[in-house]
C-alpha cells in the first residue's frame, strides 16, 4: 500500500501536488472553522440569552412588587372602610352576601372575598365563571396561616395574587372578619411581562398552563415539557416548540410546602434561538464566502507559481524526452526562476555535448555500415558475376544443344533479377527516413500487386501461395514503399518455406478492425533461429540464405514505423512463422491530412 502511495506521489505533476495541499487546507478546515465557530457563537448567545432569562425574571418580581404593593395598599384601605365593617357586623350570611357585592364592584379587583372571624368563608367574588367555592374556602384558609403581605392562589385553571387584612372594630380590637382582595394572573398579565422581557411568558399550575403568550399549538407542546421545566427551579434548559429552539427558565412562585399537595405556579420564561441561528447563518455565509475568496486567491497564485515554476519545469520535462527519443534539437527557453535557469543551461550544456557525441557516433557506425555493405555486396556481386561470366562462356560454345543454352540462359536471368534486387534493397535502405509520398490508394491492390511480383521471382518456384483478403479499405499509403515491405516478407517466407520438411506453402491474410489494418505473413518454413531474433531487424542480418545482405526485415520495419504502425514476429501451434504488420487507421488518416496541407501550401 505504502508503495502505491509513493507511485501515485510520483506520477503526480507538480501543479497538482501545490493544488491538492490547497484544497485540502481549504475543504479541511472549512468545516473544523464553521464548527469552532459556530460552538463559540452559540455558547455566546447561549449566555447572553441565560443572562437576559435572569433580568427577565428580575423584571417579572420587580412588577410583581409593585403590584403586590398596591394590592396590599387597596385590600388596607378596604379593610379600614366604616361600612364594611358595620355589614360584617351582621349575622346574616345572605345579608353579607347581597351588601359585599357593593365593595367588590368599588374595588374594581378581579377577586374578592369575606370571611368571618374563624377564617370561614362568606362570599366571594370574581371576574369570568363563579369559582368553586370550596376550592377558594379551603385556599383563602392556607393563606391566613402564612405571614405574607399577599399570596398567589390557584383556583383551578385560574391563578391570583391575593391580599387578606383583618376587619377590626374599635378600640378593643374586636376582630369581625376579614377582607380578601386579588388581582387574576391572566393572559393581560403575561403580556405584560413578555413585552418587559422581551421573550415568551407562562404561567403554569403543576401541569396546567394558567396564561401564556405562546401560539396554542405551541402551547400543546409545552405541557409534555412542563414537568420537566419546573422539576429544577431557575435552570436553564434547551426544549424545541414547533420549528424554533427556546432557551427556558422557570422560577416557582411561592414556598414550596405552601400546602400538601398543592402545586406551586411556577412562572416559565422562554427565550428563542432564532436571532441567535440568523447570526450563525450569518457567521457560516461569511466564513464560505472568505473560503471563497481565499480559494480563488489561491488559484490565482497557483497561476501565477505555474507560469513562473511548473511551465519551465514541464518544458525541461519535454526536452528531455525530445532527448531521449533521440531529438538533439530541442532547444530549451532559459524563463523562469533563478534556479530553473540555471538548470536549463546545464541541460543545454548537456544536449549539445550529447548531439556532439551522437554526430561523432553516427559517423563511425557510417563508416562501419559502409564497411560491412561494401563487404556483402562485393561478395553477392561477385558470386553474381561469376554465374553469368561462367554461363556466358559455357553459351559460348558452338556444340553446345540449344535446351542446355536455354537453360543457362536462365541461369543469367535469375543472376540478374538477383543483382536487381540487391540494388533496389540498397537504394531504398539509402532513402530511409525521407518524407512518404502517399496517395489514397486501396491496401488489398498494393497486397495483390507485390505477390505478383514474389510469384514471377526464382525463389517462389514450387511454393504454394494462398490469399486471403478481409478488408476493401482505402487508405492514405506509401504504396511503393508499402509494396516493398510486403513483397520483402514474402520473398523471405519463401525461401524460409522451402527450406521446410513439407512442401513449401506461405499464406497472405489481410484483414481490420475499427482500429487498424493488418497485414499477416506466415510460412511453414524451420523458423526463426533463436540466434538473430533478437537482431533478425537490424541491418545486414542473415542466416540460412543462399544470397541477399540481411536488409528485408530492415526495410520492413521502417516502412511500417513510416507509416506510423509496428511490424513484429509471432508463431502458431503448428510452427508457422508469422510476420505481422500492423497499420494504425488514426495514422494514415493523419498522412492524408498531412498530405492535403502540402498539396494547399504547393497550390
Not at 500500500?1 to 472549512?30: D, N, V, W, Y
Not at 507559481?305 to 514541464?314: A, C, F, G, K, Q
Amino acid at each position: 500500500m505504502a508503495e502505491q502511495k509513493a507511485s501515485l506521489m510520483h506520477r503526480l505533476r507538480l501543479r497538482t501536488t501545490l493544488l491538492i495541499p490547497l484544497l485540502l487546507l481549504c475543504f479541511g478546515f472549512t468545516p473544523i472553522s464553521l464548527l469552532i465557530l459556530q460552538t463559540i457563537v452559540r455558547q455566546q448567545v447561549q449566555g447572553s440569552l441565560s443572562s437576559d432569562l435572569q433580568h427577565s425574571v428580575k423584571t417579572y418580581e420587580n412588577q410583581a412588587r409593585q403590584r403586590r404593593e398596591l394590592l396590599v395598599r387597596e385590600s388596607a384601605l378596604l379593610a379600614d372602610l366604616p361600612s364594611l365593617k358595620a355589614l360584617m357586623t351582621v349575622d346574616d350570611s345572605r345579608t353579607i352576601e347581597d351588601g359585599g357585592s357593593r365593595f367588590w364592584k368599588v374595588s374594581g379587583s378581579d377577586f374578592f372575598a369575606l370571611l368571618d372571624r374563624n377564617g370561614n368563608l362568606i362570599v366571594s367574588y370574581n371576574q369570568g365563571p363563579p369559582l368553586d367555592r370550596t376550592v377558594v374556602g379551603q385556599g383563602l384558609e392556607g393563606c391566613l396561616r402564612r405571614s405574607e403581605d399577599s399570596v398567589l392562589l390557584a383556583f383551578g385553571s385560574r391563578l391570583y395574587e391575593v391580599s387578606i387584612q383583618p376587619l377590626v372594630f374599635g378600640d378593643q380590637d374586636s376582630q369581625l372578619g376579614f377582607v380578601a382582595v386579588g388581582y387574576a394572573v391572566d393572559e393581560r398579565v403575561a403580556r405584560e411581562v413578555s413585552e418587559a422581557a422581551a421573550a415568551e411568558v407562562t404561567f403554569t399550575v403543576g401541569k396546567t398552563v394558567v396564561a401564556s403568550t405562546l401560539q396554542p399549538a405551541l402551547e400543546q407542546q409545552f405541557v409534555s415539557h412542563a414537568s420537566e421545566l419546573t422539576a429544577s427551579a431557575a435552570e436553564n434548559r434547551t426544549l424545541r416548540l414547533g420549528k424554533e429552539d427556546y432557551l427556558a427558565a422557570s422560577v416557582p412562585l411561592g414556598p414550596e410546602n405552601q400546602n400538601a399537595g398543592v402545586p406551586v405556579p411556577q412562572l416559565v420564561v422562554l427565550k428563542s434561538f432564532a436571532q441567535a441561528t440568523q447570526l450563525v447563518s450569518r457567521v457560516n455565509r461569511w466564513v464560505l464566502t472568505l473560503v471563497l475568496v481565499a480559494l480563488l486567491a489561491g488559484a490565482t497564485m497557483l497561476v501565477s507559481i505555474s507560469r513562473t515554476l511548473t511551465r519551465p519545469i514541464e518544458t525541461l520535462v519535454e526536452g528531455t524526452r525530445a532527448l531521449a527519443l533521440g531529438n538533439f534539437n530541442y532547444r530549451l527557453s532559459e524563463d523562469g526562476v533563478e534556479e530553473i535557469r540555471e538548470l536549463s543551461r546545464a541541460f543545454e550544456r548537456m544536449r549539445v555535448e550529447l548531439q556532439r557525441s551522437q554526430s561523432d557516433l553516427l559517423d563511425s557506425e557510417r563508416l562501419a555500415t559502409i564497411g560491412r555493405m561494401a563487404s556483402s555486396i562485393s561478395h553477392d556481386l561477385r558470386h553474381y558475376l561469376s554465374a553469368m561470366y561462367a554461363n556466358a562462356e559455357f553459351m559460348s560454345s558452338e556444340r553446345l544443344p540449344q535446351a542446355e543454352r536455354e537453360e543457362l540462359f536462365l541461369e543469367v536471368k535469375n543472376a540478374v533479377q538477383g543483382m536487381t534486387d540487391l540494388l533496389d534493397s540498397l537504394l531504398l535502405f539509402t532513402q530511409t527516413g525521407r518524407a512518404l509520398e502517399p496517395s489514397q490508394e486501396y491496401i488489398a491492390t498494393v497486397v495483390q500487386r507485390a505477390v505478383g511480383m514474389v510469384r514471377s521471382h526464382p525463389a517462389a518456384r514450387d511454393v504454394r501461395i494462398v490469399v486471403t483478403e478481409n478488408s476493401t479499405t482505402e487508405a492514405w499509403i506509401d504504396s511503393k514503399k508499402l509494396g516493398r515491405a510486403v513483397y520483402n516478407l514474402l520473398l523471405n517466407a519463401c525461401q524460409a518455406a522451402r527450406r521446410g520438411k513439407d512442401l513449401p506453402l506461405v499464406a497472405l491474410n489481410l484483414d481490420e478492425d475499427e482500429s487498424s489494418i493488418r497485414i499477416k505473413v506466415s510460412d511453414n518454413g524451420p523458423g526463426v533461429p533463436e540466434s538473430i531474433r533478437k537482431t533478425m531487424f537490424l541491418p545486414f542480418v542473415s542466416e540460412g540464405k543462399e544470397s541477399g545482405v540481411g536488409l528485408g526485415l530492415t526495410l520492413a520495419q521502417q516502412i511500417a514505423q513510416e507509416h506510423g504502425g509496428t511490424i513484429e514476429l509471432q508463431e502458431t501451434l503448428d510452427g508457422y512463422s508469422v510476420f505481422i504488420i500492423t497499420l494504425p487507421k488514426a495514422a494514415l488518416r493523419a498522412l492524408g491530412a498531412a498530405a492535403d496541407r502540402k498539396a494547399l501550401q504547393a497550390s
